[in-house]
């Protein structure tokens, strides 16, 4: 069990990282109109972005002498990092495709994981300055203009009196069901899943978007199910999962499942994301 302190410690760090890294990003989003992409073993895209927002969150969650495993880091071998209790789990820019694209749909995630369960997630939307947090005892927050609001540091005193509470949202069936999906993976078989749903819950708004960002509209109540039907890898989703939780949102993998991290191979099967008030 980690006591109250030692997580306002490391929420703290976690949220001062993304943000600052955020910071930097768009400093090399906005200076740019095209940018050095590489094709990594895994066919994913990294950018000097990517790098320098890595160097700076390790930097601050450095000092918090909790091991971290992070995109662009090193590859931890799973014999090494299997037996972890508590680690941070980072990916220093989640929709780097979205990034190269100049759509603005990228985001900073770092979870916090305990046990192979995040117990708390920060994402910061750079290109809106918006801070996602969650809290174990204390539920979801979003913080906006954070970087002007952060001044020198964000401090436990500060961070709560700064950010907007995130309630538990319920679909109630009064209104079109909101299905957020992914802009840059839409598939057939996608496409198959919400048409199953039109036919179950009825009409549909279907709302496309990239990275992570798509766990902060659960998190708002801007959608009430995100479903994504190919696989990604741990760091994509744990810090959304978290936020998700806080709201009292369901995350599972299709059919049935809790998501299971820090796996041999780091890959996550397709999961589902859903609000309260539905029945899947």
Same mark, same amino acid.
């Given at each position: ?163 907007? /509470?995130?309630?538990? /949202? ?37 709302? /496309? ?31 959304? /999962? ?26 996550? &099967? ?8 539905? &029945?899947?």
């Amino acid at each position: 069990m980690i006591s109250r302190e030692l997580v306002d410690y490391l929420l703290i760090n976690a949220c001062n990282a993304a943000v600052v890294a955020g910071v930097d990003i768009m400093k090399i989003y906005n200076e740019h109109t095209e940018f050095d992409v590489n094709i990594k073993s895994d066919n994913t895209l990294v950018t000097e972005a990517d790098r320098v927002s890595h160097e700076k969150i390790k930097k601050y969650l450095s000092q918090t002498r909790v091991p971290m495993l992070s995109e662009e880091g090193r590859n931890m071998l799973f014999e090494e990092r299997y037996r972890w209790d508590l680690y941070w789990l980072v990916d220093p820019i989640d929709g780097t495709r979205e990034f190269v694209n100049k759509n603005d749909e990228f985001v900073v995630c770092i979870a916090l994981m305990t046990d192979n369960k995040p117990l708390f997630g920060v994402i910061y939307v750079p290109s809106e300055d918006k801070l996602y947090f969650s809290d174990p005892d204390r539920g979801a927050f979003l913080i906006e203009q954070a970087s002007d609001k952060r001044g020198e540091a964000f401090h436990i005193n500060t961070l709560y009196s700064l950010s907007v /509470h995130l309630k538990p /949202h319920i679909w109630d069936g009064k209104r079109p069901l909101r299905v957020v999906v992914t802009r840059s993976h839409m598939t057939q078989e996608t496409e198959d899943f919400i048409e199953e749903l039109r036919k179950k819950f009825g009409p549909i708004e279907e709302i /496309h978007c990239g990275s992570s960002k798509k766990f902060c509209y659960i998190a708002e109540g801007k959608a009430d199910i995100y479903v994504r039907l190919t696989s990604v890898f741990d760091w994509d989703i744990a810090a959304g /999962h978290a936020i998700a939780n806080a709201v009292d949102a369901t995350v599972r993998h299709i059919g049935a499942g809790d998501i299971a991290y820090n796996k041999r191979t780091l890959v996550i &099967e397709p999961f589902i994301a859903y609000v309260k008030g539905i &029945e899947l």
